[in-house]
Every structure is written in structure tokens, then in C-alpha cells.
T-cell receptor, first 116, second 115 residues
Framework: AQSVTQLGSHVSVSEGALVLLRCNYS??????LFWYVQYPNQGLQLLLK??????LVKGINGFEAEFKKSETSFHLTKPSAHMSDAAEYFC??????????????FGKGTLLTVNP | NAGVMQNPRHLVRRRGQEARLRCSPM?????VYWYRQLPEEGLKFMVY????????ESGMPKERFSAEFPKEGPSILRIQQVVRGDSAAYFC?????????????FGPGTRLTVL
């Protein structure tokens, strides 16, 4: 079984500061990992994903994440926060094999607040 | 190319009524997934459908919930005799193929409130 833990349900940063959103996963097989962003009353938008290959993944809006197998982590970072980054962020995992390899398992989400 | 469409966006029902949630996948997508987001929770998988087939409904509550994806028309998630605990956001996603390297594209969700 796979699971995702997002540390910190709420993160607050100042505009221009580093954004770090933490995600740890549990999976018995090599995972595919995703970060989604959800703006108020909207659906989820894919920020970035890790499948295979380079462990540092760059996404949209200046975000990036690094897959660290030894730490079972996939933390999301952005060097300089912008007011428009305020949203809820979800980490998700999907296995690359097995009969249920289409299911996304999500963390509980981290609400990012950006202060002026 | 229009994205995944869901309607209604907001739905209010009284306890005991039926709720019907609709999802039109992206053009060219024949695979639909429904997820439920309870307050302060992440999204949880409910059901995976292809045209006219339910592939995996392991995340669906055993009673009162059903889903279909007919040959023509949108996918429907139906909740009979709603209870307050059904209040949640229901998201639909679609993909062209179910392989793991295919992204699931999400709709804006239907927010169900049961009074």
C-alpha cells in the first residue's frame, strides 16, 4: 500500500522568501510522484511530476522538487514566493506497476499563505 | 480544447434526497476517475471508469453510491439518500490512457452540501 504525508497543514512565508513544502511517501514499489496546486474553488493543476530519470524536477511557476529515494521524500521548493502562489498544495503518489497503477494517493494538503 | 467539465459546481441537497454529479472528460479521453475531498483531507480515489465499464470501484462506499460512464454523454456519480457526511468536494479527472505516465487532468469539482 502507498501513502503520502505532508508535514505542516499550513505554511506562511513572506513575499520573496523561500518556499519549502514537505512531502514524504511510502510505497512498496518505485513511485511516480506529483505535486498539484489548488486555487480556491478550482480544480487541481499539475505543478510537476517525477517518473524516472533526473531526480530534480522543474515545474511551472518557478517550482521544483527533488526525489530523494533514501529519504523517501519529494519536497517542493521555490526560491522566492509571490503573492499569487497562495493556494493549497497536494503531494500525490502513484505506483508504476501492479493492477491499480492508475490510482493517485494524495496527502492532506498544505495551505500556503504569502504575506506582503 | 476544453478541459474537464463538471456540473453543477455547487449542489445543495437535503438529507434523503438524491445527488447527481456530472463529468465530461477532455476531448479524446476515454478514462474517467472520481475522487472525493472531505473537509481538511486530501483527495481519495472512488472509482475508475471507461466507456460503459466500471474498472475499479474499490473506493466507493458500498451503499447509496453508484457511477456510470455511458457510451454517449457524461459520466455520472449518483448518491442516493444523501446524509450530512456526504458533504464534500467531488472531483473528476480524465486521461487518454490509464498508463502511469499519463497525467490525469482534473475538473473544477462539484461541492456538495447536505443540509
Amino acid at each position: 500500500a502507498q501513502s503520502v504525508t505532508q508535514l505542516g497543514s499550513h505554511v506562511s512565508v513572506s513575499e520573496g522568501a523561500l518556499v519549502l513544502l514537505r512531502c514524504n511517501y511510502s510505497s512498496s514499489v518505485p513511485p511516480y510522484l506529483f505535486w498539484y496546486v489548488q486555487y480556491p474553488n478550482q480544480g487541481l493543476q499539475l505543478l510537476l511530476k517525477y517518473t524516472t530519470g533526473a531526480t530534480l524536477v522543474k515545474g511551472i511557476n518557478g517550482f521544483e522538487a527533488e526525489f530523494k529515494k533514501s529519504e523517501t521524500s519529494f519536497h517542493l521548493t521555490k526560491p522566492s514566493a509571490h503573492m499569487s502562489d497562495a493556494a493549497e498544495y497536494f503531494c500525490a503518489v502513484r505506483t508504476e506497476s501492479g493492477g491499480s497503477n492508475y490510482k493517485l494517493t494524495f496527502g492532506k494538503g498544505t495551505l500556503l499563505t504569502v504575506n506582503p | 480544447n476544453a478541459g474537464v467539465m463538471q456540473n453543477p459546481r455547487h449542489l445543495v441537497r437535503r438529507r434523503g434526497q438524491e445527488a447527481r454529479l456530472r463529468c465530461s472528460p477532455m476531448k479524446g479521453h476515454s478514462h474517467v476517475y472520481w475522487y472525493r475531498q472531505l473537509p481538511e483531507e486530501g483527495l481519495k480515489f472512488m472509482v475508475y471508469l471507461q466507456k460503459e465499464n466500471i474498472i475499479d470501484e474499490s473506493g466507493m462506499p458500498k451503499e447509496r453510491f453508484s457511477a456510470e460512464f455511458p457510451k454517449e454523454g457524461p459520466s455520472i456519480l449518483r448518491i442516493q439518500q444523501v446524509v450530512r457526511g456526504d458533504s464534500a468536494a467531488y472531483f473528476c479527472a480524465s486521461s487518454p490512457l490509464p498508463r502511469t505516465n499519463n497525467e490525469q487532468f482534473f475538473g473544477p469539482g462539484t461541492r456538495l452540501t447536505v443540509l
